[in-house]
C-alpha cells in the first residue's frame, strides 16, 4: 500500500495512451506515486493496466468529484479517446468542484497523405447524410453505438466492425459483422475491403497507430473515406503524447 505522503493519480482509461501512461508512470514514480486506471467496463481489456484498477461509471460529474476526494486523488489524467466527450466533460467539471489538478492527454489526429480522399463531415448525422453519395457498400468502423445514426439510411450495405460480437441486432436493414480487435495491418485490411467490395470507409478521426492501417488500406484500394471530425477536446492544460502527459507529471510530485 502507498504511504500516506505519496500522491494519487487517477488516470481516466480505455485507450492505448492510458494502458502505456500507467506503465510508464509507476516504473518511473515508484512509491512517490499511486496509480490508478478508470475503466468504464464496458469492453474487457487485452490485460490489466499496471497500478490499481478501478470499473464503471461513477455516476456523473458528480460522482467523479466525490469519488476524488473520498480516494484523496491529487492529479487526474483524462486520457479517455477523443470521441468520449461525455467522460471529458465529467472530469473538468469535477476537478474544478474538488479543486484537483487535470491533464487531458489528446492524441492527435490523423493527417491526410498524397492519395487521399477524405471526405471531413461534423458528426455521425452528417456522415449519415452524405454516405448515400459516396457508395453502396460502406464499412462502417465507428463502433455499434453509431449503428443507430446510419438506420435511416436506404440503399446501402454495411459492414461493421467491433471489438466484440453485439448481444442485440445492430438496427441496419442489410450488414454483416466483423469482430477485430486493433492493431490491423495494411494486407489484413485490403483484404478485408476487396474480400466485401467496400466503396466507401467510415471512420471517426480517432487519431493514434492502432487503427490507422484501414485509412492506408482505402489510400491504395481508391476507397473514399468518410472521415468524422472530432469533438472539441476538453479546456485547459493538454498533452498529445504519454511522454509529455508524464513530464507534467513530474512537475507535480
Ligand atoms: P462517454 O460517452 O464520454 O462516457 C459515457 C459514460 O461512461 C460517462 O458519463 C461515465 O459514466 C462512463 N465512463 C466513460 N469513460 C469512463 C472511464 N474511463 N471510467 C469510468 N467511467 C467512464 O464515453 P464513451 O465514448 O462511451 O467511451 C467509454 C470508454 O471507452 C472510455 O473510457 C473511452 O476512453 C473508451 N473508448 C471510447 C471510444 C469511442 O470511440 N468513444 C473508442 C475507444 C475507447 P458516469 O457518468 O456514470 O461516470
Not at 39 to 55: D, M, S, T
Not at 61 to 85: C, E, K, M, N, S
Not at 96 to 121: F, I, K, S, T, Y
Request: glycine content about 8%.
Amino acid at each position: 500500500m502507498p504511504d500516506s505522503s505519496d500522491k494519487r493519480l487517477l488516470i481516466l482509461g480505455g485507450t492505448a495512451e492510458a494502458a502505456a501512461l500507467a506503465e510508464r508512470a509507476v516504473a518511473r514514480f515508484g512509491r512517490r506515486l499511486a496509480v490508478t486506471t478508470s475503466l468504464a467496463g464496458r469492453i474487457a481489456p487485452k490485460r490489466a493496466p499496471a497500478g490499481e484498477v478501478r470499473i464503471g461509471g461513477f455516476g456523473g460529474a458528480a460522482g467523479l468529484a466525490r469519488y476524488l476526494r473520498q480516494a484523496a486523488i491529487d492529479v487526474v489524467i483524462d486520457a479517455t479517446h477523443p470521441f468520449a466527450a461525455t467522460m471529458s466533460a465529467h472530469a473538468v467539471a469535477a476537478c474544478e468542484e474538488a479543486n484537483v489538478a487535470r491533464l487531458a492527454l489528446v492524441r492527435p489526429p490523423w493527417q491526410p497523405r498524397p492519395g487521399d480522399d477524405w471526405r471531413r463531415v461534423a458528426d455521425m448525422a452528417a456522415a449519415a447524410r452524405a454516405l448515400p453519395r459516396l457508395g453502396r457498400r460502406a464499412f462502417l468502423t465507428t463502433g455499434p453505438g453509431s449503428a443507430k445514426a446510419f438506420a435511416g439510411v436506404a440503399g446501402v450495405w454495411f459492414l461493421v466492425r467491433v471489438l466484440e460480437a453485439p448481444r442485440l441486432p445492430l438496427p441496419l436493414a442489410r450488414c454483416a459483422v466483423v469482430v477485430g480487435r486493433p492493431p490491423f495491418t495494411v494486407e489484413d485490411e485490403r483484404r478485408l475491403l476487396a474480400e466485401h467490395r467496400i466503396e466507401v470507409l467510415v471512420t471517426k478521426d480517432s487519431g493514434g497507430e492502432a487503427t490507422a492501417a484501414k485509412l492506408a488500406a482505402a489510400r491504395l484500394s481508391g476507397v473514399p473515406v468518410l472521415m468524422v471530425s472530432r469533438p472539441s477536446p476538453p479546456p485547459g492544460a493538454l498533452a498529445a503524447t504519454v511522454e509529455e502527459a508524464l513530464d507534467w507529471l513530474a512537475r507535480r510530485l
